[in-house]
Every structure is written in structure tokens, then in C-alpha cells.
């Protein structure tokens, strides 16, 4: 078990992206819930990867009080995946539990989907975010150009929250997001002997625009690289950036805390 060490306050951190509905966290989701709750983890945002399995992650947002839920498609699964009218998504938004959209973005390591389809979905996602004020929780993979294009036009077209997740892009990349009022989330990639190039980033941003997230259960950070990531383990990433960026642990699990509120605004702070 991560024990919560004697310095850090209860509910200190956010795991801003996760995903409680993949295994193994849905084979004993309260004991992952009760570990990162004991390493000082108070809140936890699921995010959502395909709308056909939208129910089962929201039963678990409703299920457990500590949990949020995101809607949306992955970029992975932009060509497979159907797109819910407007008003079946407009009504799934209002939920209490749905507090943003996506995740949804480009993908071009991978290329699971079509470009041309990875975008007209990721407009599409925006489009609702700008609708609902909801915070777009965007995955961008080697597709920094497109994705800063993508969101310079459809910014003009008017407003909306947005996040880049998990992020591993370049500095011009961040700084048009931060340009453009969005936040930047790290993830244990930042913990990485060769990530040099995003603590390099990450000690350049404001830090009223840092996130932290595990996307467990992918991308453990050291020391548990190798191994399944939990919630816990986003300690592990907080520790790493609060070195980046010369303060404590404890100041940056209040940051980026505070910072989570302040994007998604539908969540209740415990």
C-alpha cells in the first residue's frame, strides 16, 4: 500500500484522467479507490473512450462519490464508433456526474482511424464542449500542427474549455493551448529518464495551468514503471513535477487541485 506520508494533508491530489472501467480497477474498483484515497488522492475523473460503454462508466461515476465521468470517443475509435445525436448528448451532459467531453483528439502514431475522420470527430467534440461549457479533454499523439490548427479555428468559431491530457507534445504546442485558455495535464511520462523535454516544458507553463493524472491504468511512473498504474501512483508524478518546478509536494498537490476545480467547474469539491 502507498501510505499517505505524515507531511500531506487528506485529499491533497486529483487524478485528473483515469480509466476505472477498464481492468483491473472494475474486478475491486474500492480497494484502487481505497489506496489512492490512503496516499491522499480525494477525487478522480474516469474518462470516457467509446459512448457504447458510456452506461457501465457512468453506473461507476454514480456508484462511487469520489468518481466523475467524461463523454466521448476516442480518437482510436473515431471510425468505429457511432456519434449520438445532439440531444441524446445534450441530455447524457446534464447528468451530475458528466462533468466533460472526451477524450478526443488525433492520433497519428497510431493511426487506428482514418486523419480526416480523427478530425471531423474531434470537431465534433468540440462543438458540444462549446455548446455545454464543458471542458474538452483532448488526446493529441505526433499530431501537434494539425491539433494546434484545429483548435486556433474552431476557438474563433467561439469559445470552450479544453484540457490537453496527458501531454507529450512540443513547447509550441503547450504555449498555444495556454494561448488560447486551455490547461495541460502530466502524467508519469513526466517521471521518465528520457522525458527531459516535457520537465523542460513543464517548468515553463504557469503553474495556474497545470494538471496532474496516472491514465491508469497505463503510463506507471517510476518507481512502478513496468507495472499496472493506479490512482495512487499520480503522487508520484506531483513529487516529480513539484522538483521541476522548485516547490513542495504539498504546493503543488494544492495548485493543481485548485486548478482542476477551476476547469471543471461541475465537480464539488470534497
Known amino acids: 500500500m502507498l501510505n499517505l506520508l505524515p ?23 474500492a480497494a484502487y479507490l481505497k489506496r489512492a484515497q490512503d496516499a491522499g488522492v480525494g477525487q478522480f475523473l474516469s474518462i470516457s473512450t467509446r459512448l457504447s460503454k458510456f452506461a457501465a462508466l457512468q453506473k461507476i461515476a454514480e456508484d462511487n462519490a469520489a468518481v466523475y465521468c467524461t463523454l466521448g470517443n476516442h480518437p482510436h475509435h473515431a471510425g468505429d464508433e457511432e456519434w449520438w445525436p445532439n440531444d441524446r448528448l445534450l441530455n447524457a451532459t446534464q447528468h451530475p456526474k458528466v462533468i466533460g467531453i472526451g477524450e478526443a483528439g488525433l492520433d497519428y502514431y497510431y493511426d487506428y482511424a482514418p486523419r480526416d475522420k480523427q478530425a471531423e470527430v474531434f470537431r465534433a467534440h468540440i462543438d458540444l464542449a462549446r455548446q455545454t461549457q464543458l471542458p474538452l479533454v483532448i488526446h493529441t499523439r505526433d499530431a501537434d500542427a494539425d491539433t494546434a490548427h484545429i ?18 507534445g512540443g513547447l509550441d504546442l503547450a504555449k ?19 522525458a527531459q523535454n516535457l520537465r523542460d516544458i513543464a517548468a515553463q507553463l504557469p503553474l495556474d495551468r497545470l494538471l496532474i493524472e496516472t491514465d491508469a491504468p497505463y503510463l506507471a511512473p517510476q518507481p512502478h514503471r513496468g507495472k499496472t498504474n493506479e490512482p ?34 461541475k465537480a464539488v469539491r470534497p
Open 7 to 29: 507531511w500531506l494533508k487528506p485529499n491533497m491530489f486529483v487524478d485528473s484522467h483515469c480509466h476505472l472501467d477498464y481492468e483491473p480497477f472494475v474486478l475491486d474498483l
Open 151 to 168: 483548435l486556433r479555428t474552431e476557438m474563433a468559431k467561439g469559445a470552450f474549455p479544453f484540457l490537453l491530457h496527458c501531454f507529450t
Open 176 to 194: 498555444t493551448g495556454i494561448e488560447l485558455g486551455g490547461y495541460v495535464s502530466f502524467s508519469g511520462i513526466l517521471t521518465y529518464k528520457t
Open 232 to 265: 495512487a501512483f499520480v503522487v508520484h508524478t506531483a513529487q516529480e513535477l513539484a522538483r521541476v518546478r522548485n516547490l513542495t509536494t504539498a504546493e503543488i498537490g494544492k495548485a493543481t487541485t485548485d486548478n482542476f476545480y477551476r476547469l471543471f467547474t
